[in-house]
């Protein structure tokens, strides 16, 4: 299980610079950094070295930014295996909420991250089933 840090930025030009800058300032190591966009405010979601750290530099300049618990599962670049995940998660019926795929540097692997209710059921059906969680 891994801490994501998810931040709510309005959808201008800009916002998201400024988030770059606050993780550069503070010297944040990000493995993983996705966007979503929504008519007013986006979603960023974020994989670092010390996500209660970093997030609290949020708080401080009042973002809307709340830390979540993630599933990683280790896939390697072939699609096969993301599908065989996908699978998997349908066999022992868990509604993915959301997954994105990246590389994590600090454990040099490819990998699906993902949110699901239920987390710690769900990385105890994969491992059973063989998966690598990170």
Same mark, same amino acid.
């Given at each position: &299980?891994? #801490? /994501?840090?998810?931040?709510?930025? =309005?959808?201008?030009?800009?916002?998201? /610079?400024?988030?770059t /800058?606050i993780?550069?300032?503070n010297?944040?190591?990000?493995?993983?950094c +996705?966007?979503?966009?929504?008519?007013?405010?986006?979603?960023?979601? +974020?994989?670092?070295?010390e996500?209660?750290?970093?997030?609290?530099?949020?708080d401080?300049? =009042?973002? &809307?930014?709340?830390?979540?618990?993630?599933?990683?599962v280790?896939?390697?670049?072939e699609?096969?295996?993301?599908?065989?995940? &996908?699978?998997?998660?349908?066999?022992?019926?868990?509604?993915? #909420?959301?997954?994105?795929?990246?590389?994590?540097?600090?454990?040099?692997?490819d990998?699906?991250? &993902?949110?699901? =209710?239920?987390? =710690?059921?769900?990385?105890?059906?994969l491992?059973?089933?063989?998966?690598?969680?990170?």
């Amino acid at each position: &299980m891994l #801490d /994501q840090i998810t931040i709510f930025a =309005e959808n201008k030009k800009g916002a998201f /610079q400024k988030v770059t /800058q606050i993780l550069a300032d503070n010297g944040a190591a990000v493995d993983s950094c +996705i966007t979503n966009d929504g008519s007013e405010y986006g979603t960023i979601r +974020i994989i670092c070295d010390e996500p209660g750290r970093i997030s609290s530099f949020f708080d401080r300049r =009042e973002y &809307m930014c709340r830390l979540t618990h993630v599933i990683a599962v280790e896939i390697g670049d072939e699609i096969a295996r993301l599908n065989g995940l &996908m699978i998997a998660l349908k066999e022992i019926n868990v509604n993915v #909420d959301y997954v994105y795929t990246a590389h994590l540097r600090s454990s040099d692997a490819d990998a699906a991250i &993902m949110h699901t =209710e239920d987390i =710690e059921i769900v990385e105890n059906s994969l491992r059973s089933r063989g998966f690598k969680l990170i």
